[in-house]
C-alpha cells in the first residue's frame, strides 16, 4: 500500500505538477527531448566549428526514499544529440554514490537506483555525466554535473528529546496558570508537505490540565486543584505529524505535575481539652505534657506557634515549640505545691508563622484549645523557713552559747515531726552543734575572729516518718570582733629628712593598721610620746582622717652632727576599750638639692668636697686611675731591668757552683760555701774570693739600719732554723737566708715588718670605721668601737 501511493503521489508531481514538459522539436536546435520522460540531454558536436548550444532540460531528477520495489528504481535518461542511435556513443556517470546507488545503461543512458534510499540520511547526490565515443574512447562533449534528490516520504514520527519532563505548579492557581512547555522534533522534511508539521494533545490528564497544539504549552483547566486532596499528577502527551491528519505519525511523552504547597489552611486542635498530671515534685524548667494543632500543609506553612493566654495559672507554665514535631511542650516556670493547689486550667492557642495574604479572608489562621493541669501530692521532705540563715557571735563567746535556731516544717497532710543535725563534710562541723529536736546553735569551741572571721557549714533537716527525705540550709556565722590588738603604723617605718629641711614641713605622711575588725566610723588619732615631747626635732601632725603627717621643727638638719633621728608615735583606736601603741620611726639625714631631691643618704658621702658634681667625681676617679697605670708601668719595667741584669751578668751563678770539685765539710764547714752568693748578684761581682779560703772581714753596705732586737722574731728565725735543719733535703741556710735578705733596689723599699720601728700603738685605725659594713669587723679589731646610746638622739 505504502509503494502504491508513493508511486501515486510521484506521477501526479511530474505530470500534473509541471514537473515535466514535452520540449518539441525545432528547427536548426541540437537539443531534442522524448516526450513525457527524464532525458538529460547532451549537446553534441557540429562541423565547421559551429556554436553548439547546451541539450539540458533541467539538471536534477527525482528519486523516492524507502523504495521497496523487486526492480531498481528507474531515475532519469541521459540522451547526446550526437547520439544518432547507431551504437557509436557510450554514456558514463561519475560523482556520488555512482556504481553503488546509481548505475546508468552505457548505451541507452538510462539511470537507476539499485538500493533504497532514506532522506534523513542524505537527502541529495551530485554527479557528473559525460558522452564518449565508442571507437576512439574520446569525449564527443564536455562533462555535465547533475542532481538526483531523493523526495521525502513521512517515515519519521515526531520525537520528545527531553522527556519525560518533571514539572510543578502551586496548589490553587486559577485556570490557565503556566506549568511548562514540551516541543517535539520531526526529522522529515518542514518544507515538503505535512511530514514534519506538528500537533499536540492530551491523551491523559484531563480535565485538570490543557496543552496549546502549536506551542506546546501546558497550563491548568481547573480552579483552586487542592494539594492536600491530590499532590502528584501524570500526564501524556501526544505530537502527531501530518498536521494531525489520519495517517499521520505520532510520538508521546509523559510530564510528571507537582502542586506545591501555600498557606491555605489553618492548624485546628483534634480535640478543644486537653487533660494533664504533673507531680508536685516537678523541677522548675521540666515538660509537664505536650499538646499538638494539626496543620494539612507542608514545610514552613505547617510551622506552628503555641502561646498561652493570659489567666489562670498562665504565669505558672510556659509552653514552646518542638521544631521536629510542631508539638507544643508545656514546661513549668514554678514550683507546684499540692497543698496550696491541686488544679490549674488556662488556654493555649495555636497560629501559623508564616501567613498567606490571599488566603486572609478564609478566617483567623489559629486556633484555640483548653489545658487542664492536675497536680498530684508527692510526699515531700521538709522546708525551712528561710533560704538562707545568718547569725551573728562574739568572739571568745564561753562554749555552749546559744547564738541561733532553725526552722524546718512538713507540709505534707499529716506532718511528721522534723530532725535536725549538721551536715559533717562542712567546715565549721566541730565548732558549733545544733539541737536536735528544737534546731538551736550553739558554740562548740572558742572563736577568734583573727583567725577565722566567717563559718559556712549545711544543717540537714529529715522527717522522722521517712528519714530518707531530707532538705538542706546553709548557715552563716559571722564572729563579731573584740578590740584586743593595738593599731600600729602602716609602711614605711622609715623615712629621710634634708640637711636643708625648712620648719613646719611635712616630710612624711604616715597611716595605721588594726588586726582588729574595724567597725564603721572608727577613728585613730596620733600623737608624739611625751618623752620625746621635749625639745623635739620633729614632730607629729594629726589630720584627722586616719592619716597624719611628720613635721620638722628645726632649720636645717647635719649629717655630721647626727645621722639618725628616732621618732616615738602613739596611735591609739577609737574600740573599747581603747588600745594604743607606741611606733618608733627612724628619720635619715640625707644631702638633697634645692628642689628637695634627694641626692644621697650614705655615709661614705659625709667625706666627699661639698658641691663636687657627678662630672666632677668622675674626672676625679679617671685621674687616679690613670696614676695608678702609670705606676704599674713604671714598676713592672723596673722589674724587667732588673731581670735583664741577672741573665747578662759575666758570670754565672750556676757555674761557680757547678766548677767547685771539692767536698763540703758539712753542717760545720761554714767557710767552704757562701750560700748568699746566690741570693745577691752583686756579690758575685764585687767577691771573687775563693769559698775554701776564710776571706777576710768586710762588711757589705745595707741600706737601712740594723732592726731592733726583738724577742718575737728572733724566736720565730730560730723555729724556721731547726726546722730546716732537722729536714734532710733542705738546703744549707735557707730559712735563715730566707729572712735574713730581702734584696735592694726596690723602690718601695722593704715590705717587711721586721725592720719596722713602729708599734701597733702608733697606728690609728679609726678611719676603718668609715670604709662601711664590709670593713667593720676590722675597725672592731684595730680600733675602739664607740658605745652607741639610742636615748641620746630624740
Not at 497536680?375 to 547569725?391: A, G, I, R
Not at 641626692?599 to 685621674?623: K, Q, Y
Request: contains cysteine.
Amino acid at each position: 500500500m505504502l509503494t502504491r501511493n508513493c508511486l501515486s503521489l510521484l506521477l501526479w508531481v511530474l505530470f500534473d505538477g509541471g514537473l515535466l514538459t514535452p520540449l518539441q522539436p525545432q528547427p536548426r536546435q541540437t537539443l531534442t527531448t522524448e516526450p513525457r520522460e527524464n532525458v538529460l540531454r547532451l549537446p553534441g558536436r557540429r562541423l565547421h566549428f559551429q556554436r553548439v548550444k547546451r541539450g539540458w532540460v533541467w539538471n536534477q531528477f527525482f528519486v523516492l526514499e524507502e523504495y521497496m520495489g523487486a526492480e531498481p528504481q528507474y531515475v532519469g535518461k541521459l540522451h547526446s544529440d550526437l547520439d544518432k542511435g547507431e551504437g557509436t556513443v557510450k554514456y558514463t556517470l561519475s560523482g556520488d554514490g555512482a556504481g553503488t546507488v546509481f548505475t546508468i545503461d552505457e548505451t541507452t543512458g538510462d539511470i537507476h537506483a539499485i538500493r533504497s534510499l532514506d532522506r534523513e540520511e542524505k537527502p541529495f547526490y551530485t554527479l557528473r555525466a559525460q558522452a564518449v565515443d565508442i571507437e576512439t574512447r574520446k569525449p564527443l562533449e564536455p562533462e555535465s554535473e547533475f542532481i538526483i534528490k531523493v523526495q521525502d516520504i513521512n517515515d519519521n514520527e515526531p520525537r520528545f528529546l527531553d522527556g519525560p519532563y518533571v514539572a510543578s505548579v502551586p496548589e490553587m492557581s486559577p485556570v490557565g496558570a503556566y506549568v511548562l512547555q514540551v516541543k517535539a522534533t520531526d526529522a522529515d522534511d518542514p518544507t515538503y508537505g505535512n511530514s514534519a508539521r506538528v500537533v499536540y494533545s492530551i491523551l491523559q490528564g484531563q480535565p485538570y490540565f490543557s496543552i496549546d497544539p502549536k506551542t506546546g504549552v501546558i497550563r491548568t483547566a481547573l480552579p483552586n486543584m487542592d494539594r492536600e486532596v491530590k499532590e502528584q499528577y501524570q500526564v501524556l502527551i501526544q505530537a502527531k505529524d501530518m498536521g494531525g491528519q489520519l495517517g499521520g505519525l505520532a510520538g508521546t511523552t509523559i510530564v510528571n505535575i507537582t502542586l506545591t504547597d501555600v498557606n491555605d489552611n489553618p492548624p485546628r486542635f483534634p480535640k478543644s481539652i486537653f487533660h494533664l498530671k504533673v507531680p508536685e515534685s516537678s523541677p522548675v524548667g521540666s515538660a509537664v505534657g505536650r499538646i499538638r494543632a494539626v496543620d494539612p500543609d507542608f514545610g514552613q506553612n505547617a510551622e506552628i506557634e503555641y502561646n498561652i493566654v493570659p489567666g489562670d495559672g498562665g504565669n505558672l507554665f510556659d509552653i514552646i515549640t518542638d521544631e521536629e514535631t510542631q508539638e507544643g511542650v508545656i514546661k513549668l516556670k514554678k514550683p507546684l505545691d499540692f497543698e496550696t493547689k491541686k488544679a490549674y486550667t488556662f488556654k493555649v492557642e495555636a497560629s501559623n508563622l508564616h501567613l498567606d495574604h490571599r488566603f486572609h479572608s478564609a478566617g483567623p489562621f489559629k486556633d484555640t484549645a483548653t489545658v487542664k493541669i492536675s497536680v498530684l501530692d508527692v510526699d515531700e521532705p521538709p522546708v525551712f523557713s528561710k533560704p538562707l540563715y545568718t547569725m551573728e557571735v562574739y568572739e571568745d563567746t564561753p562554749v555552749g552559747t546559744i547564738i541561733g535556731a532553725v526552722t524546718a516544717q512538713d507540709l505534707d497532710v499529716g506532718s511528721s515531726a522534723v530532725r535536725y543535725f549538721i551536715d559533717w563534710k562542712s567546715d565549721g562541723d566541730s565548732y558549733f552543734t545544733i539541737d536536735g529536736t528544737e534546731g538551736t546553735i550553739a558554740t562548740n569551741e572558742l572563736l577568734d575572729r583573727e583567725s577565722t572571721a566567717q563559718y559556712n557549714f549545711s544543717i540537714i533537716a529529715s522527717k522522722v516518718s521517712n528519714p530518707l527525705l531530707t532538705s538542706k540550709v546553709n548557715i552563716v556565722i559571722n564572729v563579731l570582733d573584740v578590740n584586743e590588738f593595738p593599731p600600729e603604723i602602716s609602711v614605711p617605718y622609715e623615712t629621710a629628712v634634708c640637711e636643708n629641711a625648712k620648719p613646719g614641713q611635712i616630710i612624711q605622711i604616715v597611716s595605721a593598721a588594726d588586726r582588729d575588725l574595724s567597725p564603721a566610723g572608727q577613728q585613730f588619732s596620733f600623737r608624739l610620746s611625751p618623752e620625746a615631747a621635749i625639745k623635739p626635732n620633729f614632730t607629729v601632725r594629726d589630720f584627722r582622717n586616719n592619716t597624719a603627717g611628720i613635721e620638722t621643727r628645726r632649720n636645717g638638719y647635719s649629717r655630721r652632727q647626727q645621722e639618725l633621728y628616732f621618732l616615738p608615735v602613739v596611735i591609739e583606736d577609737s574600740s573599747y576599750p581603747i588600745q594604743s601603741s607606741t611606733n618608733t620611726m627612724t628619720i635619715r639625714v640625707c644631702r638633697c638639692d634645692s628642689d628637695g631631691t634627694i641626692l644621697s643618704c650614705n655615709v661614705e658621702a659625709i667625706f666627699l668636697p661639698v658641691g663636687l658634681s657627678t662630672g666632677a667625681l668622675i674626672a676625679i676617679l679617671l685621674c687616679i686611675v690613670i696614676l695608678l697605670a702609670i705606676v704599674v708601668l713604671y714598676v713592672a719595667l723596673r722589674r724587667q731591668k732588673k731581670k735583664d741584669t741577672l741573665m747578662t751578668s759575666k758570670e754565672d751563678i750556676r757555674d761557680n757552683v757547678i766548677h767547685y770539685d771539692d767536698e763540703g765539710g758539712g753542717e760545720e764547714d761554714t767557710q767552704a760555701f757562701d750560700i748568699g752568693a746566690l741570693r745577691n748578684p752583686k756579690v758575685i761581682e764585687e767577691n771573687k774570693i775563693r769559698r775554701d779560703i776564710k776571706p777576710d772581714t768586710f762588711c757589705l753596705p745595707r741600706q737601712r739600719p740594723p732592726v731592733e732586737d726583738n724577742t718575737d722574731i728572733r724566736d720565730f728565725i730560730n723555729q724556721r732554723l731547726q726546722e730546716n735543719d732537722v729536714d734532710p733535703a733542705a738546703p744549707p741556710y735557707d730559712s735563715l737566708a730566707t729572712y735574713a735578705y730581702e734584696g735592694s733596689g726596690s723602690v718601695a723599699e722593704s715590705l717587711s715588718s721586721i725592720d719596722s720601728l713602729t708599734t701597733e700603738a702608733d697606728q690609728d685605725y679609726d678611719y676603718l670605721t668609715g670604709w662601711g659594713p664590709r670593713f667593720k669587723v676590722l675597725a672592731d679589731m684595730f680600733g675602739e668601737e664607740e658605745s652607741y646610746n639610742p636615748d641620746k638622739v630624740t
